[in-house]
Nanobody, 121 residues
Framework: QARLVESGGKSVQPGGSLRLSCVAS????????MAWFRQAPGKEREFTAW?????YYSNSVKGRFTVSRDNANNMFYLEMNNLKPEDTAVYYC?????????????????WGQGTQVTVSS
């Protein structure tokens, strides 16, 4: 069955960088749009970045985060720079069985278990 597994989350200082990875299996990765969502303590899970026929970012991360994918190896990435304390959250990768852009959680078919990112001095 479909599976997504995130990795790369850890504790970093403000201004630091991290790269999150997501490995996909059990479905045709290249046919799916991919997205990163994040959930901070006490808050709703929110859209962060998407890659399909293009890329798209939430306003809070635009210019600091970069999303990419490697279809040959079923890998999906989120490069995060200039991290801020408000970026602290569990980050989830998600896959959708169409190429269009959507920021809605309900439109995504598969989810990973999440990886924790903590930004603190």
């Amino acid at each position: 069955q479909a599976r997504l597994v995130e990795s790369g989350g850890k504790s970093v200082q403000p201004g630091g960088s991290l790269r999150l990875s997501c490995v996909a299996s059990g479905f045709t990765f290249s046919d799916h749009s991919m997205a990163w969502f994040r959930q901070a303590p006490g808050k709703e899970r929110e859209f962060t970045a998407w890659i399909g026929y293009a890329t798209y970012y939430s306003n809070s991360v635009k210019g600091r985060f970069t999303v990419s994918r490697d279809n040959a190896n079923n890998m999906f990435y989120l490069e995060m720079n200039n991290l801020k304390p408000e970026d602290t959250a569990v980050y989830y990768c998600a896959a959708m069985d169409q190429k269009g852009l959507t920021t809605l959680r309900r439109d995504y078919d598969y989810w990973g278990q999440g990886t924790q990112v903590t930004v603190s001095s």
